[in-house]
């Protein structure tokens, strides 16, 4: 093989992460479906979920960051606080991923 050529049988290697499309942790889905009842069925919890197709209102959003905060001791920033029932689970996963 020519240097720099990878073979067709080698995966390539994992880019950096798309910020538009942040994985959904698995803190956030075990909130999602222990705390606020939601039903993961396939492929329905994803990035571009919004909170209002899962039936989520705001008060909703409220409860799940303070379970977030209870059950994993973590401190959501304030962009947290801003989420609203348009907003999308990956929207919440970047929030998630900040009070790390």
């Known amino acids: 093989m020519h240097e720099g050529m990878t073979r067709v049988d080698e995966a390539p290697a994992p880019g950096p992460r798309d910020p538009q499309r942040p994985e959904l942790s698995e803190e956030?889905?075990?909130?999602?479906?222990?705390?606020?009842?939601?039903?993961s069925g396939s492929g329905e919890l994803s990035p571009a979920t919004t909170f209002?197709?899962?039936?989520?209102d705001s008060l909703s959003l409220m409860e799940l960051v303070l379970a977030a905060e209870e059950?994993?001791?973590?401190v959501l920033p304030e962009t947290a606080l801003d989420l609203s029932p348009a907003s999308t689970l990956g929207e919440a996963a970047e929030a998630f991923?900040?009070?790390r």
Do not use: K, P
């Not at 956030?28 to 039903?39: F, I, K, Q, S």
């Not at 059950?71 to 973590?74: L, V």
């Open 28 to 39: 956030l889905v075990a909130l999602l479906t222990g705390r606020l009842d939601v039903r």
């Open 52 to 56: 209002e197709s899962l039936g989520l």
């Open 71 to 74: 059950e994993f001791g973590m």
């Open 97 to 99: 991923e900040h009070a």
